[in-house]
């Protein structure tokens, strides 16, 4: 089931990681957290993931980083999504704005479509000739 436990964050366990495949330092790891928590206390925080196994690298980051003991739910968004009664949080797509233009071509006079997608700050542009067989045309990254 697609969607998160209302009001949580992402923070991915591999951005607790430096290149070396170890925790990163402690001062870095504590100002990465504080940015995320936005001034929440650390001590409210519960720590999930899919299964509860892949969390247990941020619960060990935050108590390196010095922000205390923090929780963890073992169940996590499995056990959560498979009770019909708990909230769920989705975000919604942005839809897709069909743009159609003909072809430059004259000779093939062929019609020529363009979707584009807006995923978080990329914009994709699919382009689809007139059979609809899609093809990436080109991704942008907006700052």
């Not at 495949?21 to 001590?43: I, M, T, V």
């Not at 935050?62 to 975000?91: F, Q």
């Not at 743009?99 to 430059?104: D, H, K, L, W």
Request: with cysteine.
């Amino acid at each position: 089931m697609a969607g998160h436990i209302p009001g949580a964050l992402n923070r991915p366990f591999s951005q607790n990681l430096g290149p070396d495949g170890k925790f990163k330092p402690a001062e870095q790891l504590k100002a990465e957290f504080e940015a995320l928590l936005g001034g929440r206390d650390p001590s409210t925080v519960v720590h999930h993931c899919g299964s509860g196994v892949s969390a247990v690298p941020n619960v060990l980051a935050m108590e390196i980083a010095g922000l205390g003991r923090t929780g963890l739910y073992a169940g996590s968004w499995s056990e959560w999504c498979s009770d019909p009664a708990r909230p769920v949080e989705k975000a919604e797509p942005e839809p897709l704005i069909p743009v159609c233009i003909r072809s430059e071509n004259k000779a093939r006079r062929r019609r020529q479509c363009y979707s584009t997608a807006r995923l978080s700050n990329a914009v994709i542009v699919f382009k689809a000739n007139w059979n609809y067989s899609l093809m990436l045309a080109a991704c942008t990254i907006r700052a």
